[in-house]
């Protein structure tokens, strides 16, 4: 559970870090600002499938502002921090039985979709950084490593 807890930690680490380079930038970046919005997106319907609710109605790709940037990460923090600090060890294997975007079900364990929550936002964290670096942006240092020190 501590590496689940620290990985959390992490994801909202690195959300508040590319939202405040978001924020700061000059000239809005719509590819930029819709990837961003994408992971936001991901974790609340993720969320929302370990909590056993229907997602079908949950954007997941979505144009929407850098304000509802902040709300939906603010949000979304504090629905994993509340999930997490009642699970348990044994609840990371309890099987979630949920349907994706396409109506097609799927059964993965809390501990895989965590996971994976985790290791989607990276990615397109670092597509994100890619997109700042060919707009002579700073890319941001997200780096689990970094967020430890």
Same mark, same amino acid.
């Not at 709300?71 to 348990?88: D, I, R, V």
């Given at each position: 559970?501590?590496t ?6 992490h994801l909202?680490?690195s959300?508040?870090?590319? &939202? $405040? @380079? ?6 809005? =970046?719509? #590819?930029?600002n819709?990837? !961003?919005?994408?992971i936001l ?9 370990l ?5 079908s109605?949950?954007?997941?790709w979505?144009?929407v502002? &850098? $304000? @509802?940037c902040v709300?939906?990460?603010?949000? =979304?923090? #504090?629905h994993?921090?509340? !999930?997490?600090s009642g ?25 895989d979709i965590l @996971?994976h929550?985790?290791?989607h ?8 950084n ?6 002579e942006t700073e ?5 689990f490593?970094?967020f430890?020190?």
């Amino acid at each position: 559970m501590e590496t689940i807890r620290n990985m959390y930690e992490h994801l909202n680490w690195s959300n508040q870090r590319i &939202l $405040e @380079t978001l924020q700061n930038m000059d000239v809005e =970046n719509k #590819q930029v600002n819709n990837l !961003f919005s994408h992971i936001l997106f991901a974790e609340q319907v993720w969320f929302t499938r370990l909590k056993g609710s229907d997602t079908s109605e949950l954007p997941i790709w979505a144009e929407v502002s &850098l $304000e @509802t940037c902040v709300a939906l990460a603010n949000q =979304n923090n #504090q629905h994993f921090k509340e !999930f997490l600090s009642g699970l348990t060890n044994h609840a990371l294997e309890q099987i979630v039985s949920y349907r994706n975007s396409k109506g097609i079900e799927f059964n993965n364990s809390v501990r895989d979709i965590l @996971t994976h929550v985790t290791i989607h936002g990276q990615y397109h964290r670092g597509q994100i950084n890619l997109l700042l670096r060919a707009n002579e942006t700073e890319p941001v240092n997200v780096d689990f490593i970094t967020f430890r020190r």
